[in-house]
């Protein structure tokens, strides 16, 4: 368990005054996931398109401290794994003498759908890249577009409700347990630090892991976004906590195959108190979608009894 006062004392590798809007759970991941190396370390990050990009680097200004990469929206994990290869070219010539950790960011839209051929690749080639998702469940740096990590029966500028269908009709892609299936030593979902929550060092003890880690390694962290969600930024964190206690977004971590749940709620909540604070769900509440809020609700419950199964928890 980390201390907070070490972790808050610690180099700051992502400045304010960026350009992010206000409450935007994107900055408060990459500062908890850069928080986990060591001061003396050094890194090299490649960002891929997408909100955090387009406002922590305005030209001829950046947010970033460490070496950073702005690269196109389907190619962070190419571009992270390219520099990772001529790094480990350059120490076999004895060219560098320093040590450095790799890291990619991207959001939903960068990862689950445009990149996730680039992501497929550097995952199978095994490079030495921690790959970090800020995943608020739609292109929100665009117009908030729907995208495959968008939950069921969301309403987004591309999967609007109305008379005809309400939100988005499909289930959510799972990609974690897409990475899993890549066999990399790691892989994890988690959420942004929730003071006074059992599970509040999470993402920081995850990211420590994975960076103690040869290899590729996967996290995915649910990132709030006010605007996409249509919470107010006050509580967008009571909203990440109900997301994990209705077990719509389990921790858990897979370390060479081996499944570990990291929080099981005491009480598992209806999906209702993950979906009724957000503007996105709201036409879920009338009495004609209703049947909606119970099919979401049977595949949280299947997803969770198969992650409890693969994590031998009875």
């Not at 950073?68 to 190419?78: G, M």
């Not at 390219?82 to 320093?98: H, I, N, P, S």
């Not at 030593?185 to 059992?198: E, H, L, N, S």
């Amino acid at each position: 368990m980390p201390n907070l006062k070490e972790l808050s004392a610690k180099k700051v590798r992502l400045t304010g005054g960026h350009r992010m809007c206000a409450g935007c759970g994107a900055p408060m991941v990459v500062n908890w996931v850069l928080k986990a190396l060591k001061d003396e370390q050094k890194a090299v990050i490649s960002n891929a398109t997408g909100c955090l990009e387009v406002s922590t680097c305005l030209y001829p200004y950046t947010a970033w401290k460490d070496s950073w990469v702005h690269t196109a929206f389907e190619n962070a994990a190419a571009t992270g794994s390219g520099v990772e290869a001529a790094y480990r070219a350059m120490k076999r010539k004895g060219t560098l003498k320093d040590d450095y950790k790799f890291i990619a960011f991207g959001g939903d839209g960068g990862t689950y759908d445009i990149g996730l051929q680039s992501l497929s690749g550097a995952m199978e080639r095994g490079h030495d890249l921690l790959y970090v998702c800020y995943d608020n469940g739609a292109y929100m740096n665009t117009g908030i577009q729907r995208s495959s990590a968008t939950p069921m029966g969301a309403d987004t500028t591309t999967s609007p409700a109305g008379k005809v269908k309400p939100g988005k009709q499909q289930y959510r892609k799972d990609l974690a347990e897409i990475m899993v299936s890549h066999h990399i030593p790691y892989v994890a979902q988690t959420v942004p630090v929730i003071p006074g929550t059992p599970y509040m060092f999470d993402l920081c003890n995850k990211a420590e892991k994975a960076f103690s880690i040869e290899g590729p390694k996967f996290m995915n962290v649910l990132t709030p976004c006010p605007r996409g969600w249509r919470i107010d930024t006050a509580t967008e964190l009571e909203v990440i906590k109900a997301a994990v206690d209705t077990c719509f977004w389990p921790l858990y971590e897979v370390e060479n195959g081996v499944y570990k749940i990291n929080y099981i709620p005491k009480e598992k909540k209806p999906i209702t108190e993950w979906l009724k604070p957000q503007g996105r769900f709201k036409h879920l509440f009338k009495p004609e979608n209703e049947h909606i809020i119970k099919m979401i609700q049977e595949e949280v419950d299947r997803r969770w009894e198969k992650l409890l199964y693969l994590a031998k928890v009875k």
